[in-house]
């Protein structure tokens, strides 16, 4: 199974951008990275997608260098609001039940300062 | 987007007493769903896959007979717990992919169901 590694926490401060790195260094061909956010007693929900170079939507931005062994989430001034756990996802997105998709690492806790 | 909805999103029950609890994908058709257990300052782990029309895939460790997987229609996956005692108490998570229409196959989640078993 593909295994991700993120930093357990980090801290920001109302208005700074923030970049979460996640390395997966046996990632395969097929893999796609997909970021969530999670907040307390609810499930994920999808922040981002990405296979190679630069993704970007409304929310955030996904940088993935050439090699695809890390990916970094990029969060533009970030709120109170965003204050959650940050999960990467490595895995085929097209193979049905592929369970290289389905496991979750440890994630990275976002707390955002006033 | 895609919407996987689960209900109940909170139970209290007794031990011993079996619960269920329900994953529909709201708009979309799902061949396959998956179960997630979270436990309290934990990531999710997955219990198991839910396939429309066949058994159920479980992952190591995770007990057949006492975590009941049913997947009777495209659109609704159930799990029941039997038999719940407290260390089954959890926040239990369901996923579903969207390959239809312009569905990428990304992965939904319901927004969780808080298991306590007294």
């Known amino acids: 199974l593909a295994k991700t590694t993120q930093p357990i926490s980090m801290d920001s401060y109302e208005g700074q951008e923030v970049n979460i790195t996640c390395s997966h260094n046996?990632?395969?061909?097929?893999?796609?990275i997909t970021w969530y956010q999670q907040f307390p007693s609810q499930g994920p929900r999808f922040i981002i997608q990405?296979?190679?170079t630069k993704v970007t939507n409304e929310v955030a931005s996904l940088f993935i260098p050439a090699d695809r062994k890390s990916s970094t989430l990029s969060l533009p001034r970030v709120s109170l609001s965003d204050t959650a756990v940050y999960y990467c996802?490595?895995?085929?997105?097209?193979?049905?039940?592929?369970?290289?998709?389905?496991?979750f690492g440890s994630g990275t806790q976002l707390t955002v300062l006033p | 987007g895609a919407v996987v909805s689960q209900h109940p999103s909170r139970v209290i029950c007794k031990s011993g007493t079996s619960v269920k609890i329900e994953c529909r994908s709201l708009?979309?058709?799902?061949?396959?769903m998956f179960w997630y257990r979270q436990f309290p300052k934990q990531s999710l782990m997955l219990m198991a896959t839910?396939?429309?029309?066949?058994?159920?895939?479980?992952e190591q460790g995770v007990e057949k007979d006492k975590f009941l997987i049913n997947h009777a229609s495209l659109t609704l996956s159930t799990l029941t717990v039997t038999s719940a005692h407290p260390e089954d108490s959890s926040f239990y998570i369901c996923?579903?992919?969207?390959?239809?229409?312009?569905?990428?196959?990304?992965?939904?989640f319901g927004e969780g169901s808080r298991l306590t078993v007294l």
């Open positions: 996802l490595v895995g085929d997105p097209i193979s049905s039940g592929s369970a290289r998709q389905l496991t």
């Open positions: 708009d979309f058709q799902a061949t396959t």
């Open positions: 996923s579903a992919r969207d390959y239809g229409g312009s569905g990428t196959g990304e992965l939904f």
């Open positions: 046996n990632i395969a061909t097929n893999d796609y």
């Open positions: 990405g296979y190679k």
């Open positions: 839910s396939n429309e029309g066949s058994k159920a895939t479980y």
